[in-house]
Every structure is written in structure tokens, then in C-alpha cells.
């Protein structure tokens, strides 16, 4: 996309038609996407969590290429609708990238549009993305992450404090945090001896202020990538199109970031995922999207991991594959945190899902990414699990049943009064060594002779 033609889709946030939040929420996206779930018939076994129903994948795909013609973007800046053509989304989808290369030198990763049941191994970006973390943390989470092998690009948490003074969005702390944050990555990525691999960072950036502070080849470089959001549901605001031109000139890549409430506007899993599908093919324009995340959140389990979100993770992914190819990444963001054995059977059962079904991995979030319970050790577990998913041509069948038998190890976590949070970064690791403690290598030891147990090649 040029710039003049971003300029153009711009200003549609100062033309078109005017209408209230209120009225976006009900009128715009409740209604036509009830309307469009009942017209095509859309349900959902939870049982049936990576489905096999190529119809579904083809009604999902018209059905959410129809809600974005019907309703277009609301921009939450200027109470307005910027909307797209059939011709334009269409546009959109052929030019949607299959292949992208990330980092740089001998750490380039090249990022491919999976397919259904592919055999090539899906990518490992590993870190607690947007995960709010103490400085005095900071450090030792991203250089647990970016030690382990196994990871092919890394992504952080997000900077509470700096210096010992509290971060504030569109303030001087948000300058600094998201430029130390670029500091102590590329500090670990040095120490782990791949200085070039790619990045998704400026996870300190609240605002656009701190996203352009973060454009410099001494910090975010052209070959690494930065978010730019769409909200709940089908909205943008100016601030996060500032952020899409911010990288048009520079280079850098815009990874589209919708985090799709499944129970919410949308209802349950099938209106939910339509809701998704619709913000990815908008981000094509509006964020200028060189891949695309995907983030489903369940309105009570919250976890990437329940029930809901793993059915829409695998028929979005699965959706693409079949019908516009692109680079979709799927957020892992488990409900429990370290220590626990239930945020490594989590980590499995999101991991076999995705691959299985055409997408690339990326976290992950642990404790719901709400507490710096996160660690290199369950990022670890991802990659050897989603790898071995590949290798062993595991068919999406055999995927399902053993994440049913994962459920039963993990789904009782959703009901718990005050959550599995787990324990604390510091708890889990030596803070000299940056290495899992006994207690915590030993659960994942015995983690992965289950998973061997259930038929697992790692």
C-alpha cells in the first residue's frame, strides 16, 4: 500500500456516516451478525474443537466477507464508519503476503502461509506479549525466552516502571519504557549469540507516542514488526492508524491485532469467528497488514484455551488456508502460570490445535498475561510440541482427541475462585543462572512423558 492510497482510506474516518458507540454495538454488529449466523446455520460441537467441515470453512468465509461489506470499520475517533468496497476486500485478500522474512543475516526466519494439516513446522515466536512486567523482571523473562533454542523469533511483555518511576501512557515514562524494553531485547538476543532474529515488540507502545519513539535500526528495525489493533468489535481508532503510517515509509511490518471477545457482541464461537475473520480481511487496508494475529478472548474464561477459542482459532485458520491464503499467528494465552502443571497441558492442547490447522505460534501469555507468571521453560514445551505436531503428520482427527484428553487435565482451572495463576518469574527460575528451577523442570519433565503417553513424538 502507497501512501496516497492509505491517505484515501484514512479520510474516510472524516466522511462517512456518523453513528454512536451504542448504536455500532447494537445495530451495526449485533444484528447482522445474528442475522448472518442464523442464515447460514452456524454451530458448534465442543467436542468438535478442529473441525473437518469444508462447508463450514466456505459459509465462514462468505458470511464474514458479507458482515465487513454490511458494516465497514467504525472509527472511535471521530464517531464515524469508513467502509470498504466488495471490489477493495477483495483486493485485499489477493494481496494478502504467503511469505515474509523476519530478522536478519543467519537469524532470518522466513514465515510461510501454512496449510491444513501442513508438514512444515510452524514458527516459534516465543515471549509473554503485552504481559505487564516489572523492570527488575524485565530482563531475566526475555533472556529465559531467548536462550532456548528452539525459538525462531522473539517477542516481550510490556514495562510497568522505568527507573523506578511509573509508566503513563502518552507520557515521558512511555518514551523511555518502550526504548529500554528495545534494549534489553536486543541485550538478550546478543548474549544468546542471534543478534539478527526478528522481533514483534514495542509492547510498551500504549500509544501511538510510543510506537514512534521505537522507529530507529538501533531499536525497532525494518526487519522486526509492531502492532496495530483493531478493537471490539470492527473498530479503529486515529491513534492506531497513526501507527500504520508510521511503518509505510520505514519498513518495519504491521502485525493486525483483533482480540475478539467470543460471548460477547458476536455471541458464541461461530459469530465470534466471523467477527475475527471480518477484522482480518479490514486490517488488509487499515492496518496494512503484513500478517495477521489472532486473539480470541472467552468473556469468562478469558483464556485463549478454553473451549470457544480453540474451536475459532482452528476454523479461522483452517478458513484461510482454504480460501485466502495468509500468514495467520495465533496468540497462546493460558489461564494458568508457572509452576503449574496445568499451564504446560494448556500449552500442549492450544499448540496441537493451531498447527494442526494451518497457523504459526506465538506467546505466550501465561496467567492470562495479566501477571508476570511467565517463563522460556512453557515456551520451550510450545515449540517442541508444535513441531512434533508437524513432523509426525498428525491428522486432525488424531489432534482432536488427544486435546479432549488435555481438557479433562486443564478445564478445571476456568472454575477456580481466584484463578492458577501460579507463581512468580523469580519463584520459578534461579535469577543467576536464568534456568528452571528443580521444582519447575521436574513438572515438565513429567508433563512431557504424558504427552509421549498420549501419543506424542517429542
Known amino acids: 500500500m502507497d501512501t496516497k492510497q492509505f491517505l484515501e482510506i484514512y479520510e474516510r474516518g472524516k466522511t462517512g456516516e456518523k453513528v454512536s458507540k451504542d448504536s455500532w454495538d447494537m445495530d451495526y454488529i449485533i444484528d447482522n451478525v445474528m442475522d448472518l449466523v442464523d442464515e447460514y446455520e452456524f454451530d458448534w460441537d465442543r467436542d468438535n474443537l478442529i473441525p473437518q467441515d469444508e462447508q463450514l470453512f466456505s459459509d465462514m468465509f462468505q458470511a464474514a466477507r458479507e458482515l465487513l461489506l454490511r458494516t465497514g470499520i467504525y472509527n472511535m475517533s471521530t464517531g464515524r464508519i469508513m467502509k470498504l468496497t466488495a471490489e477493495e476486500i477483495d483486493e485485499g485478500l489477493r494481496n494478502m503476503k504467503t511469505t515474509l522474512t523476519m530478522g536478519e543475516g543467519k537469524d532470518a526466519y522466513t514465515l510461510v502461509a501454512r496449510e491444513v494439516e501442513d508438514v512444515r513446522p510452524p514458527a516459534i515466536w516465543a515471549g509473554n506479549p503485552g504481559c505487564p512486567t516489572p523492570e527488575r523482571l524485565y530482563y531475566p523473562i526475555v533472556e529465559s525466552v531467548a536462550k532456548e533454542p528452539i525459538i525462531d523469533l522473539l517477542t516481550c511483555g510490556s514495562l510497568v516502571d522505568v527507573d523506578g518511576y511509573e509508566v503513563k501512557n502518552g507520557e515521558p515514562t512511555e518514551v523511555f ?39 530507529s535500526e538501533k531499536w525497532l528495525r525494518p526487519c522486526d514488526s509492531h502492532l496495530v489493533a483493531l478493537f471490539n468489535e470492527l473498530i479503529m481508532d486515529n491513534g492506531n492508524l497513526v501507527r500504520t503510517a508510521n511503518s509505510l515509509d520505514y519498513g518495519m511490518k504491521n502485525a493486525s491485532l483483533a482480540c475478539t471477545m467470543v460471548g460477547g457482541l458476536g455471541g458464541d464461537a461461530p459469530g465470534s469467528c466471523m467477527i475475527m475473520i471480518a477484522s482480518i480481511m479490514a486490517a488488509n487496508w487499515f492496518a496494512a497488514a503484513d500478517y495477521h494475529l489472532c486473539h480470541p478472548i472467552h468473556i469468562t474464561d478469558v483464556a485463549t484455551t478454553a473451549r470457544g477459542c480453540l474451536w475459532l482459532q482452528s476454523v479461522l485458520c483452517q478458513t484461510f488456508a482454504r480460501h485466502a491464503p495468509a500468514i495467520i ?130
Open 329 to 458: 499467528v495465533c496468540d497462546l494465552w493460558p489461564s494458568s502460570g508457572c509452576m503449574t502443571k496445568e499451564l504446560l497441558y494448556e500449552v500442549a492442547a492450544n499448540s496441537i490445535v493451531v498447527t494442526v490447522s494451518g497457523g504459526h505460534l506465538e506467546g505466550l501469555g501465561a496467567a492470562n498475561g495479566r501477571v508476570p507468571h511467565g517463563s522460556g521453560l512453557e515456551c520451550r514445551l510450545m515449540g517442541e510440541v508444535g513441531k512434533a505436531v508437524a513432523r509426525m503428520k498428525m491428522t486432525r482427527a488424531e489432534a482432536n482427541e488427544i486435546v479432549l484428553k488435555l481438557l479433562e487435565k486443564y478445564e478445571h482451572v476456568f472454575g477456580m475462585e481466584d484463578g492458577n495463576a501460579g507463581k512468580c518469574f523469580d519463584e520459578a527460575y534461579d535469577m543467576e543462572t536464568i534456568e528452571p528451577l528443580p521444582e519447575w523442570q521436574q513438572m515438565y519433565e513429567e508433563v512431557k512423558a504424558e504427552l509421549k503417553e498420549l501419543g506424542l513424538d517429542l
Open 177 to 215: 519504557a518502550v526504548r529500554r524494553e528495545m534494549e534489553y531485547l536486543h541485550k538478550a538476543l546478543q548474549k544468546a549469540g542471534r543478534p539478527g532474529m526478528g522481533l514483534l515488540a514495542a509492547e510498551s507502545a500504549v500509544t501511538e507516542i510510543g510506537d514512534l519513539a521505537a522507529v
